[in-house]
Each structure stands twice: as C-alpha cells, then as structure tokens.
C-alpha cells in the first residue's frame, strides 16, 4: 500500500481559503473538510456549498486535490442521509467525525460519543 498524505480537518483553521492555498503549493493525496454539522434533518445543498464550495468543481481544489467533506452529529440515520448527499454532491467520500474530544461536542452525544452505541 502506498503511503497517503492527507490535509487533516481542523475547525475554524483549515477553511475552503487555507484548503486552496496549502494544496497549491503542497502535494497533498486528499483533504478534508471543516466538519458540517447534522442534527435532525437532511441539511440544504446550500450548506454542503458553503463549507465545501469545491463540490462546485466535482470535489476538487483548483490544484485537483479531492476533497472529502466531514460529517458531525449525533442521529447515525441523519448522518447516512447528509452522506448520500454529500457524495452526489461531488465529495471523494466521508469523514465521519467519531474522534472529536470536545466537551461541547460529546456532551451532545456527537464526536466520539458516537462510538458508545457501537
């Protein structure tokens, strides 16, 4: 297996503008979206757009990289819905979000609070 270099997820850090800029000067096999979060609906394409607006270029940075868009949520049957839309939006994937250790986030039964009920 050749080894992958991805461009990790990180909250208010690596925005679509960061995303674009490191993946233009580095040589990255993947990158990751800022998480969206799901709570108990399918989420609008709109918000998909937003936080990943390289689904408006088949999931691709401008440099090619794919991009793969992270969920986060609590609700594993809101989670399947916003993936099946997530990839025919154009995503290379999903990130599941199961590794958060923010209080915030677990407290709301997401993140890695997730894997209880596994």
Request: with cysteine; aromatic share 6%.
């Amino acid at each position: 297996m050749i080894p992958q270099v991805i461009l990790a997820p990180m909250q208010g850090v690596l925005d679509p503008f960061v995303r674009q800029l490191l993946t233009a000067v580095n040589d990255y096999d993947l990158c990751i979206s800022e998480f969206v979060r799901v709570v108990d609906q399918k989420l609008p394409r709109k918000t998909f757009y937003r936080l990943c607006p390289e689904l408006h270029n088949q999931g691709l940075t401008a440099s090619g990289t794919p991009v793969r868009v992270q969920l986060l949520g609590q609700y594993p049957e809101w989670l399947a819905e916003n993936a099946m839309l997530a990839i025919e939006l154009g995503s290379h994937g999903v990130d599941l979000n199961c590794g958060c250790p923010s209080k915030t986030v677990n407290g709301s039964q997401g993140g890695a609070a997730l894997l209880k009920n596994a």
